[in-house]
């Protein structure tokens, strides 16, 4: 049986992982490339790396160090932020990057899961998504979750997906940051939607949100989490043991 | 040495990474005379079965690689790289293949029908009765990293591993010195590098 991924996700800004990750009282570690290697050496069955540089300096940086990271890392890399055109696909995939995450770039540029689907093939092209409810409704947002496009979330989904993306991401801006569980409502409005596979993100703060999760939502295929991760309040191994005595299939 | 066959299809860079990382000096080439030196010759592949078969026959290296194989040298196709090395591939039409293993690329969708196409994720290899020296390290249920849509099917002689996805899914195939893994060990993190110290260990069959 296919296994439910668990993927951290560090954000990457000039050179270094934000905020930087503090295991068990040792001093914090903002190398991407060490905590690439700890997470994939300590259960991760993907990891994303999001460059949120702002300058093309930082940007070189960024992709220096996938490279290193990828020379070291043997699970599926994905990259996001930045992600506006083919060339920076493959500045990336050169790289190392087995998937590319889109989101902001998708908005401006709807023709670019197309025509990335077309050259480097429907896996490759992961679509990502910041929801959040307006008025009862499910709305896409851009720019970090910081504007309202006044697009339908789940007709944005349907149309990347029937573009080409390979896979989707969900990130509820609702429950972000709350610590209080997955949005299942809202990742129960995308699976109906979509038959590619969709990687639940925002809202983890506990073993327990990523059992529901993959108990009430069995077509989630993922759990994405960034903090929790970083700062020890959930292990990965830990949450794999309990995924398998909630007979959750999970990778060991 | 372990030359990495290259006819312009696919990013080889974790591949590459992958070997380096277990000691094994590899080679991407598309050297007839490299390829002929090599102790061993990994044939990689992504992108669609009829493209990629295209590109490997206009390189000219179909040849070669069937000499060396009937040499006895250790040959390992990867993905798309083992499904070219079936009879016949049902991608997007009918296509011939390399056959050098018996058997058909078939559509998963066409054997499922309530799962997710592509097969991608982890998935734990199942060995057959014998199990065969490529996962001489590697212990039944490991899990290891698919991405695809299409399987090899009719290959129950050649079947060394498979892995469970509403049907059962051909994970590793050999055929003698030909071999054949669906998964991605470049992406399989320490159970995939396993697996290729295992195909680097091997040597070519003494000839008789």
Redesign the interface.
Known sequence: ???K?IIPCLDVRDGKVVKGVQFAGLREVDSPVRLAEYY??NGA?ELVFYDITASSDGRKLFTDILCET???V???LTVGGGINTLADFDRV????A?KVSVNSGAIRNPDLIAEAAKRY???CVVLSCDIKRVNGNFRLFAKGGREDTGLDAIEWVKRGVSNGA??VVVNSIDTDGVKQGFDLAMLAAVCDAV???VIASGGAGKIEDFIALFQRLPRV??GLAASIFHFGEVNINDLKREMIKNQIPA?I | MTAIVDYGVGNLFSLVCSLEKIGEEAVVTADKAVIALADRIILPGVGAFSDALKKLKASGLIPVLKEQIQRGKPVIGICLGMQLLFDRSFEYGEHAGLRLIPGEIRPIADFVNDLKIPHMGWNALHFTEQKHPLFRYVQEGECVYFVHSYFATDCQSSLIASVEYGVEITAAVAEKNVMGCQFHPEKSGETGLKILKAFCEMEAAKPC
């Open positions: 049986m296919i296994t991924r994939s050496q069955d990828a020379k070291n043997f699970i599926p995939l050169k790289c190392g087995d093939g429907d896996q390979g896979e038959s590619v596979p295929d993922a990778r």
